[in-house]
């Protein structure tokens, strides 16, 4: 050793690659002891932690490892006599999910990789409220995937999970809460009434203002965000799915077509069964939705279509006898209350929006393709329009498909808002455009909206008026109705099978004797008085030209804070010019019997004014008891 010394001392270079080697030397030392200790370990009940204690003290290397989780593994009863390192730890780590590693005089106890880290396992609970009484009807979902559950009577639930994974609690009324699934198996959840649901304001029958929590009747509330996510041209298709109990039925007429809402089952066969439209408490007659006859195939939007949806604050729904109380006889069906925004206090905010949908058709009726054009298994020319002819073969099939005769359908909505106020002070106003071409050839609809409206205080805020004013242009051309002589679609599905479709998509040709082009259909008529459907998509034409105007106010007057006086007026007035051009030698039929063609005007005027006058009294008969027996209470 003291020649070792020396040698460093003297000679510092050689002293540091001597250095080198010694280090060297104590990790193969090191590296050894691995494999040359023993580990004796004979007891029952021991726990992990305990046996990786007795390998470090018996093995003389450091053990490294998480407490928290390896303390809650089963217990362990080890029967090692004189075995290695390696393993003893196998032993002791088996089916705990890790594993060890060696790094130097030191052992890492780290995750098994191989083992499933977040295994499946059933978890168990009880959802109450702040007074710790049972919730029936938890919904209870698991973040990420499709798995849920509901809780009982009892409150109580199970559900199969995997370690890490978050459970959202949610229930009306309350706030929705969120729990992280840990090694725990049973779980105790306490959910709190979200009092902003609970207290939020609707506007009932006149425009008058009441907690939801109040009412004595059910009412279903839909904010705008809702009605704006995926843009509809006529916003009532919109509400389908966000109201329970209420069914709406899109028409055959396309972008902007009428809409029928069903409220509870259709209540009429000859009558009207179609819910009441409120807009800012003023009832409002839906104009229009008529459809056309099956000669015309006429196909109708409706005036409530021509409201913009980033107009609408919010929209309340009025089912049963409650809707009919309110509103009267026109109710009886139900009533949909349309709150339409007003300006802010506040900075001015403007908001852009625009949407592009495309439609196709989705679902398609069935359609044989095995025999050809004919009737009865023959064709004997005399049923060319049907198609139960001879058989087909690979050579006469022409692979014909309806599908092929739409269009790729493009809906545009485009807008802008502007709101801005003071506190005396509040304006609203938009603009929005709807253009849209449709799936069937030569069908467009097109809207554009203009919308304002102020508000204004007067007198320390206890005189109020309000004033509002729409302007609405609209137009439309060959909005198709469920008739069949003027029915492009008609045509479309009923081609015989045999024939080749690509022949009349030149659907006009050149008549030399009459010296214009007409129609080309060899097919014939049949019972239906079919055409060329597209003769009917660009000859055939059917336009509207609509332009609508409202305007509304409102003053009242707070005499009392318990009394207030109101009057309203609104005027709502459309002007709509119908056109109806069919070429010569379109079906007789529809031109009453005449071979040069048909032409045809309307120019139908609605028009609707409604006035009232309201007193509304806010009090409490508790309360005037109370405050006439404090005044004797004082006089005595």
């Known amino acids: 050793m003291l020649q070792i010394y020396e040698f460093i001392v003297d000679h510092t270079a050689k002293g540091r690659s001597f250095l080198l080697f010694f280090c060297l030397l104590l990790i193969t030392t090191s590296s050894f002891a691995q494999t040359d200790a023993s580990i004796t370990i004979q007891k029952k009940n021991i726990s992990v932690i305990e046996a990786l204690k007795e390998v470090e003290k018996q093995s003389g290397l450091s053990v490294g490892y998480n407490d928290s989780q390896l303390k809650n593994k089963p217990v362990l009863n080890l029967d090692l006599r004189a075995v290695t390192v390696e393993n003893a730890l196998t032993q002791i780590l088996k089916d705990s999910g890790f594993t060890y590693e060696f790094k130097g005089k030191y052992i890492m106890i780290v995750p098994d990789k191989k083992t499933e880290v977040n295994p499946i396992k059933n978890v168990t609970g009880k959802v109450v409220d702040e007074n710790n009484e049972p919730l029936i009807g938890v919904n209870i979902k698991v973040e990420g995937n499709s798995e849920g559950a509901i809780t009982d009577i009892d409150g109580n639930f199970t559900i199969v999970v995997r370690q890490g994974n978050i459970l959202s609690f949610t229930y009306v009324g309350y706030t929705s809460k969120t729990v992280r699934i840990t090694d725990k198996n049973i779980y105790a959840v306490k959910l709190v009434s979200d009092t902003k649901q609970l207290n939020e304001v609707v506007v009932t029958a006149l425009g008058i203002k009441r907690e939801q929590k109040a009412l004595s009747y059910n009412v279903q509330q839909v904010k705008s965000d809702q009605l704006t996510e995926i843009k509809d041209a006529n916003f009532i298709n919109s509400l389908n799915g966000k109201v329970a109990g209420v069914n709406i039925n899109s028409s055959s007429s396309g972008v902007g077509g009428a809409s029928k809402v069903i409220m509870r089952g259709t209540k009429s066969i000859e009558q009207s069964s179609n819910a009441l439209y409120v807009i800012d408490g003023i009832p409002m007659f839906n104009f229009g939705g008529g459809g056309g006859t099956e000669n015309g195939s006429q196909g109708v939007t409706e005036s409530i279509a021509d409201i913009n949806p980033d107009d609408i604050e919010s929209i309340s729904v009025l089912?049963?006898?409650?809707?009919?109380?309110?509103?009267?006889?026109?109710?009886?069906?139900?009533?949909?209350?349309?709150?339409?925004?007003?300006?802010?206090?506040?900075?001015?905010?403007?908001?852009?929006?625009?949407?592009?949908?495309?439609?196709?058709?989705?679902?398609?009726?069935?359609?044989?393709?095995?025999?050809?054009?004919?009737?009865?298994?023959?064709?004997?020319?005399?049923?060319?329009?049907?198609?139960?002819?001879?058989?087909?073969?690979?050579?006469?099939?022409?692979?014909?498909?309806?599908?092929?005769?739409?269009?790729?359908?493009?809906?545009?909505?485009?807008?802008?808002?502007?709101?801005?106020?003071?506190?005396?002070?509040?304006?609203?106003?938009?603009?929005?455009?709807?253009?849209?071409?449709?799936?069937?050839?030569?069908?467009?609809?097109?809207?554009?909206?203009?919308?304002?409206?102020?508000?204004?205080?007067?007198?320390?805020?206890?005189?109020?008026?309000?004033?509002?004013?729409?302007?609405?242009?609209?137009?439309?051309?060959?909005?198709?109705?469920?008739?069949?002589?003027?029915?492009?679609?008609?045509?479309?599905?009923?081609?015989?099978?045999?024939d080749d479709f690509n022949l009349i998509k030149v659907f006009e040709r050149w008549d030399p004797a009459r010296k214009i082009k007409t129609m080309y259909w060899p097919q014939g008529e049949g019972d239906l008085r079919m055409q060329n459907p597209y003769w009917i998509a660009y000859r055939n034409l059917r336009t509207n030209n609509k332009k609508r105007y409202m305007l509304s106010a409102s003053l009242s007057y707070d005499i009392t804070d318990w009394l207030n006086v109101s009057g309203r007026v609104r005027v709502d007035n459309s002007n709509t010019k119908y056109e109806q051009k069919l070429y010569a030698s379109s079906n007789t039929t529809l031109t009453e019997g005449s071979t040069q063609g048909f032409y045809a005007i309307a120019k139908p005027d609605e028009s609707q004014v409604y006035a009232d006058v309201l007193a509304n009294i806010n009090k409490r008969f508790g309360d005037l008891l109370t405050c006439s027996e404090c005044r004797s209470e004082h006089r005595g």
Do not use: C, H
């Not at 625009?354 to 009865?376: A, E, H, I, L, W």
């Not at 599908?403 to 603009?431: C, H, I």
């Open 319 to 498: 089912t049963g006898a409650a809707a009919a109380a309110l509103y009267g006889s026109n109710a009886a069906n139900g009533a949909i209350v349309i709150n339409t925004k007003r300006g802010k206090v506040g900075k001015m905010q403007v908001s852009v929006s625009s949407n592009t949908d495309f439609s196709k058709p989705f679902v398609m009726p069935r359609f044989q393709n095995r025999y050809g054009t004919g009737s009865k298994g023959k064709s004997d020319g005399s049923s060319t329009n049907l198609s139960w002819g001879p058989l087909l073969n690979d050579a006469s099939r022409r692979g014909y498909e309806p599908r092929d005769f739409f269009d790729t359908g493009m809906t545009y909505t485009n807008s802008v808002t502007l709101s801005t106020g003071t506190e005396k002070n509040q304006t609203f106003f938009s603009a929005a455009a709807v253009n849209s071409e449709g799936i069937v050839p030569n069908n467009r609809y097109n809207r554009f909206n203009f919308t304002f409206r102020n508000t204004t205080s007067f007198l320390n805020d206890k005189l109020k008026l309000d004033i509002g004013a729409s302007y609405i242009i609209q137009n439309d051309r060959n909005m198709t109705n469920q008739g069949a002589y003027s029915n492009p679609i008609v045509p479309v599905y009923l081609f015989p099978r045999g």
